[in-house]
């Protein structure tokens, strides 16, 4: 598996633990003139539970790759290009994957900034930190969970 620093999203980052809603989470990639990224070859944005999911409820996690033209990624007014299906809290141990998919690319008008966007419902997770990335080699293996982080 191939990851870069610059397409990374997320890096062991704490979910937001406010309650029911939509949270822009971890950082923008600016492709700024390079919206063609990705073309003619395969990219994938690969999710990862880092740190187990916690909620004091029965809370469910749905993350969107999302693309803006500020680069704090309007939590509400970005463009949503890919979602995860919705994970309970329960299915959410340090290793878990979340989303594999490839990015895409064509004929989606992506804005300057991709960013990922947390959406909490059900009730508040009360802890839990995500790693996000591209990647054009997707890994397969299943990372348990006394070996996140590592």
Same mark, same amino acid.
């Given at each position: 598996?191939?990851?870069?620093?610059?397409?990374?999203?997320?890096?062991?980052?704490?979910?937001?633990?406010?309650?029911?809603?939509?949270?822009?989470?971890?950082?923008?990639?600016?492709?700024?003139?390079?919206?063609?990224?990705?073309?003619?070859?395969?990219?994938?944005?690969?999710?990862?539970?880092?740190?187990?999911?916690?909620s004091g409820g029965s809370a469910t996690l749905q993350i969107a790759l999302t693309s803006d033209d500020a680069a704090a990624n309007h939590a509400t007014t970005s463009t949503v290009h890919a979602t995860s299906a919705v994970m309970a809290? &329960?299915?959410? %141990?340090?290793?878990?994957?979340?989303?594999? !998919?490839?990015? +895409?690319?064509?004929?989606?008008? #992506?804005?300057? /900034?991709?960013?990922?966007?947390?959406?909490?419902?059900?009730? &508040?997770?009360? %802890?839990?930190?995500?790693?996000?990335?591209? !990647?054009?080699? +997707?890994?397969?293996?299943?990372? #348990?969970?006394? /070996?996140?982080?590592?």
């Open positions: 598996m191939i990851t870069d620093k610059l397409t990374t999203l997320c890096r062991a980052v704490a979910l937001n633990t406010g309650g029911a809603g939509s949270y822009v989470i971890g950082d923008a990639i600016d492709i700024g003139d390079l919206r063609d990224i990705g073309q003619g070859t395969d990219l994938y944005l690969v999710v990862t539970v880092e740190t187990t999911l916690t809290v &329960a299915d959410g %141990a340090a290793g878990a994957s979340i989303l594999t !998919t490839t990015i +895409p690319w064509e004929g989606a008008a #992506y804005e300057r /900034y991709l960013g990922i966007r947390q959406i909490t419902a059900g009730a &508040a997770f009360t %802890a839990g930190k995500i790693n996000a990335y591209l !990647t054009p080699t +997707p890994s397969s293996k299943r990372v #348990y969970a006394e /070996y996140a982080g590592l």
